[in-house]
């Protein structure tokens, strides 16, 4: 269950220096082929971090052969060195492994600013020991965990995923646990598969698959400059795949992924989702979702086991979704708490202590329904963002 | 300095029980005329308090010569019933002043959901004590001190402010700590003069003050039910005012009152104000600096006195407002830490533990400038907000 459970790939992840604690830091993600198709989609940040600029142009011909990814710094605000150690990074994967430039995805995560001279040294080196333990190693588990690991920042646990197709398989990593928001959540994600499935297929596939996940998870409204996640196919199953099918397993996957990310985001006392019913579209659905996910102050009454119903209405209220408010129904963990947009059950009868909250908003405005997942805000969560640099 | 201060207005507090801690929780303002002339500026949430349903339409004449306002309840999503507690409030008000209903707004702040058969009986209650308690007074500022008071909700300390115009005073009080957001903040404020001037000179002088006041102000960037900010004026002074002269002392003692409001933000350790200098427009600057005071990540960064910049720069990448994002230029507190998109100044010269925090950001891209206040993120943050409700 792993970014190389699907044949054809090699991973590695070793330490380079460039977390301070000496823990896994370059990871090293290997297609063999015989195929390369890939797809890619990035944040939609305008302040795009040096690797995601590099990677945008490089996936233009829908081909990748390998994803160097690293933590300990963004390379992203840095100038014009930045992007040459990017570039430099791509280079120097491409002539260990007899292939292009063009052909690497870079990858990087931490904080912003960070990619001077030590930084570049600290990832070519991260490079060829990388590339040397991929050497040693088979397309094994304990691989791609260390490849897993060496992307995590403030995550708890390494984060993999897999779902078996028709004939084939897709496997994959991530790493995220805070600025998670829409387009996408901050998170490096790479999912691989043995698939047959030309670029274009990937595209649509992956494209499909995080508009309904990692593009609907908001822990925290925060958009990253680095998020990138990445679909390889190496062919190498001979299967080739159909899109619905296809589609299919790699939303599994990132759903996985999704969930696993909602659940070490940084400082959560609580898992929610919030899920917008009978609203007039599925866009509407999201906004009204995502109105909730981004309130403050409904994020801090979960903390607090508060089944406030009356900031997710000030919440919604916000939207121009069609919906009156005056016909609103709120149901928190099961318990209708609003109805029509008036008090209902007695807030005492809901139970917040369970870790997996669920809200339920009817909009009586439609048949469309979709879920937002997000976090509570906590004191955990201020602590850790105001002491990330440290 | 207070809402007596002009020529024309009575004003008391008293408590009626609507806080379970025996404050004082009804005030009442009075327009002794000659005129009354008033305006008045709502929340643009969908989901609106019976108040502000009820004073939208009572403004419509553009007079008023009473406000009642209530804490301990925020009368909203109460159904058909406190729709009703609230017209009740405005006809007994009435009935103890020999006015019409329709010439008194109504204003009430405390929890949504709240406005029960006790909610209405403390209410009335209340009314009947304040206007006892009119008959008594002189306007003199103890009584508006207490009227201020009675508005308190998380506010730590009442808040007024006055500015003399040319021949006629404008003063006002204000309420607000929390759920302070565009369109307003949550707060109540009501505003009143002794000028001479028509109703729709009082709308339009409100609005210029509140669009670069209020509108400016984005504690948490929750928006409430019940904002409401009133302007009477009672041409005591004989003076009719010029439009330029009382659009300018309006702002003033909004402007005080924001500031006001912001210093007392629940639970914030730093008040901070993020400057965005030459934008291409004046919305574009208010729209870059309200995506910085918007991010979690950047307020919590403050809370840990770390000028993280990158914060600030991957949060004005979420706009769509003209500007290269690697030609910008960032200052904590006059340190310039990022120029044209890359590190400049040491991390180390910013010095982030004075209260008064100011982010200066540059785009490059026009002449206009706008400011937005706005406040950290804190443990406090978290702790009031989860604790509100009991």
Request: net charge negative; glycine share 10%; aromatic share 4%.
């Amino acid at each position: 269950m792993s970014v190389t459970a699907a044949a054809g790939f090699r991973a590695a992840g070793v330490a380079a220096g460039l977390k301070s604690t000496g823990a896994l830091d370059v990871a090293l993600i290997v297609n063999d082929g015989p195929r390369s198709d890939a797809a890619g989609v990035f944040t939609s940040n305008r302040a795009k971090a040096n690797p995601v600029l590099w990677s945008e142009q490089a996936l233009e011909g829908g081909s990748a052969r390998a994803v160097i990814l690293n933590s300990g710094g963004a390379n992203c605000f840095t100038g014009a060195f930045g992007f040459q150690t990017t570039h430099q990074t791509a280079e120097r994967v491409a002539e260990r492994l007899g292939i292009g430039a063009i052909e690497v995805q870079v990858c990087s995560t931490g904080l912003i600013g960070v990619g001077d001279e030590t930084f570049r040294r600290g990832v070519l080196a991260g490079v060829d020991a990388a590339a040397d333990a991929l050497a040693h190693d088979s397309a094994d588990d304990a691989a791609a965990l260390r490849a897993a690991q060496a992307i995590m920042t403030t995550d708890s646990v390494p984060k993999q995923a897999v779902a078996i197709g028709d004939g084939y398989t897709v496997g994959g990593m991530a790493k995220g646990a805070g600025m998670l928001a829409p387009g996408l959540a901050t998170m490096l994600v790479v999912l691989t598969t043995d698939a047959v499935a030309e670029a274009d297929v990937l595209d649509r596939a992956l494209r499909a698959a995080t508009r309904v996940t990692f593009d609907r998870l908001d822990s925290d409204g925060c958009m990253s400059t680095n998020d990138t996640v990445l679909l390889l196919a190496s062919g190498a199953s001979g299967t080739t795949a159909d899109e619905a099918g296809l589609t299919a397993a790699v939303t599994r996957v990132c759903d996985d992924l999704a969930q696993q990310l909602q659940l070490d985001a940084e400082g959560a006392s609580h898992d929610i989702t919030i899920e917008v019913r009978q609203a007039a579209s599925e866009d509407e659905a999201v906004t009204v979702a995502r109105s909730v996910a981004r309130s403050n102050l409904f994020k801090a009454a979960i903390f607090g086991n508060d089944p406030n119903w009356g900031r997710v209405l000030a919440a919604i209220g916000t939207t121009d979704a069609a919906f009156d408010p005056y016909a609103v129904d709120v149901s928190f963990n099961g318990v209708r708490v609003c109805h029509a947009g008036t008090p209902d059950r007695p807030r005492e009868e809901v139970d917040l202590t369970p870790r997996a909250t669920r809200i339920v908003i009817d909009l009586f405005a439609g048949d469309a329904t979709a879920s937002i997942r997000t976090n509570d805000l906590t004191h955990d969560y201020v602590h850790e963002n105001s002491a990330y640099a440290s």
